[in-house]
């Protein structure tokens, strides 16, 4: 799983961020599973960031694409695909499974 940041976001003022969590299970269940890292990319990046849940990730990388939304928690797949349409699109964090 990645989580990405378009490189843009670090130098524009601080306006609120948006993070799209994994579309992979019902709102309710991915903001509340959201809350602790985002609480933790409040305090380290010293910005205020708003969940928004979107229930495919197409729409996440439209709207990323839009500058809608800031952070969003990829699977491999839809990573390589926002990669390819957008080299600007920086991941901040890699998660790898214990067998790597």
């Known amino acids: 799983m990645v ?5 843009h ?4 003022p601080l306006e609120p961020l948006v993070f799209a969590p994994l579309p992979l299970t019902n709102a309710d269940s991915a903001v509340a599973g959201s809350r602790d890292l985002v609480g933790y990319m409040e305090e380290i990046l010293g910005r205020t960031v708003q969940i928004t849940f979107e229930r495919d990730y197409a729409t996440i990388l439209e709207r990323f694409a839009r500058d809608e939304i800031h952070l969003a928690h ?11 349409a957008f080299p600007h699109a920086e991941p901040l964090v890699l998660f790898r499974e214990s067998d790597g």
């Open 9 to 12: 976001v670090r130098a524009t």
């Open 74 to 84: 990829l699977g491999p797949l839809p990573y390589i695909a926002l990669r390819a």
């Open 3 to 7: 989580l990405l940041v378009p490189a």
